[in-house]
């Protein structure tokens, strides 16, 4: 079955940019989708199709695909980011929702 | 406002059986694709199931084909989740989400917690 590999964590300080990656076979090909999860509460989507917004997403939330890897961009951390964010994709070819393990994102 | 509210959720026993509702709210139901996506306690999420709009395509994840059905009520706006043969491994919170863009899942429950110990 199709995997995904993120980070266990990513440091950042504020203001500065986060950026979390998301390996997999060729997942330029797949479109990724990109969720926050705070302590407690349900995952938020913030990213679809690799690089588009919900509405109601800041902007500093961007997103990219190429290759074996997708980034998700974080641009002017802020302390209410700090969160798990996991990675998605569909896999056609098993027709399975596949999730990555998930990155802990630290403001330092 | 889009509103999805699990319950069902418990404390059961290996072997036992549970069913999870799902009542959605806000949004035209019978128009959307829905899953069951789960996290047991300090891991990342797993999907489980997937029932299209019509209810005439279902899916499961490996670990539960068997033993877990999916199904929908459109007339009562809702969504369930039967468990049957639930093993400790089955422990997590259960969310409840809708297809959004892509095969993204743009609107989550808030869960619903399921205990499967002796």
């Known amino acids: 079955s199709y995997v995904l590999t993120q980070p266990p964590s990513v440091s950042v300080a504020p203001g500065q940019t986060a950026r979390i990656t998301c390996g997999g076979n060729n997942i330029g090909s797949k479109s990724v989708h990109w969720y926050q999860q705070k302590p407690g509460q349900a995952p938020v989507l913030v990213v679809y199709d690799d690089s588009d917004r919900p509405s109601g997403i800041p902007e500093r939330f961007s997103g990219s695909n190429s290759g074996n890897t997708a980034t998700l961009t974080i641009s002017r951390v802020e302390a209410g980011d700090e969160a798990d964010y996991y990675c998605?994709?569909?896999?056609?070819?098993?027709?399975?929702?596949?999730f990555g393990g998930g990155t802990k994102l630290t403001v330092l | 406002q889009v509103q999805l509210v699990e319950s069902g959720g418990g404390l059961v026993k290996p072997g036992g059986s549970l069913r999870l509702s799902c009542a959605a709210s806000?949004?035209?139901?019978?128009?959307?694709?829905m899953s069951w996506i789960r996290q047991a306690p300090g891991k990342g999420l797993e999907w489980v199931s997937y029932i299209t709009s019509s209810g005439s395509s279902i899916y499961y994840a490996d670990s539960v084909k068997g033993r877990f059905t999916i199904s929908r009520d459109d007339a009562k706006n809702s969504l369930y989740l039967q468990m049957n043969s639930l093993r400790a491994e089955d422990t997590a919170v259960y969310y409840c989400?809708?297809?959004?863009?892509?095969?993204?899942?743009?609107?989550w429950g808030q869960g619903t917690l399921v205990t499967v110990s002796s």
């Open positions: 806000g949004f035209s139901f019978n128009d959307y694709y």
């Open positions: 998605q994709v569909w896999d056609s070819s098993s027709d399975y929702w596949v």
């Open positions: 989400a809708r297809r959004g863009k892509g095969q993204s899942f743009d609107y």
